[in-house]
């Protein structure tokens, strides 16, 4: 089990998911909603910390066979809940991407939305993100940069969780680069991400 390894454990996202209201609201980050056409038509879609399942239900409404991971307990009771409600099929997975048993050459796709992982862990995981992926298969990434420590809108407080398109590029070495790119954007997402926003964006292909 996750502990003190983590900028910000279990609990915490715990907590934030037994708050009554959604904190990430009920749609789909905007990012991966705009680039998901790029999916294969009823693709396998990886969705790493999919938290209380927003990105993971609403790709599965799409038509994707969908299987999400993620390391709070109370958020995934709460996704499997809401689908189960929803009468929408997918792969529900409670883990910990860190000792997770990463397949290769899975999935057609991958959705990494705000997952800030310290560098140690990033040097890991995603790495494993593309591996995971079949040749030609597409990851679709969202993040804060450090830009974000001015604004107020969310994401961690802590530079060094914080990614850039640089760090990116280097990460996913190897993939072709089909969009990469440092923007502020307005985000609406819940409570805790709202507002101006410095962000990186990104849609890697396998080769
Ligand atoms: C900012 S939230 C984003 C949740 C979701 N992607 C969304 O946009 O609604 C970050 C998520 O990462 C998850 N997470 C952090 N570290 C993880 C790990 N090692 N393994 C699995 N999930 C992790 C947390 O549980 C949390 O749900």
Request: charged letters at 25%; glycine letters at 8%.
């Amino acid at each position: 089990m996750a502990t003190d390894k983590w900028a910000y454990p279990q609990a915490m996202w715990d907590e934030r998911y037994r708050e009554p209201e959604p904190v990430y609201g009920t749609r789909p980050n905007s990012y991966l909603e705009k680039q998901s056409s790029r999916f294969m038509p009823a693709g396998r879609i990886f969705v790493p910390a999919d938290g209380y399942g927003r990105n993971g239900h609403w790709l599965a409404r799409q038509g994707f066979a969908v299987h999400t991971v993620d390391l709070s307990p109370v958020g995934v009771e709460r996704s499997r809940k809401t689908a189960r409600e929803a009468g929408l099929t997918l792969t529900i997975e409670q883990a910990d991407l860190s000792s997770w048993n990463w397949p290769a050459a899975e999935f057609d796709g991958v959705a990494s939305i705000f997952l800030h992982l310290p560098p140690e862990l990033r040097n890991k995981i995603h790495p494993a993100m593309l591996r995971a992926l079949k040749p030609g298969g597409i990851l679709i990434i969202e993040a804060f940069t450090p830009e974000q420590l001015q604004f107020h809108s969310g994401g961690p407080k802590d530079a060094s969780l914080l990614y850039t398109a640089d760090l990116l590029r280097e990460d996913f070495a190897g993939a072709e680069v089909l969009e990469l790119e440092e923007v502020k954007v307005d985000i609406d997402e819940g409570t805790k991400h709202s507002g101006l926003s410095a962000v990186v964006h990104g849609v890697f292909r396998a080769r």
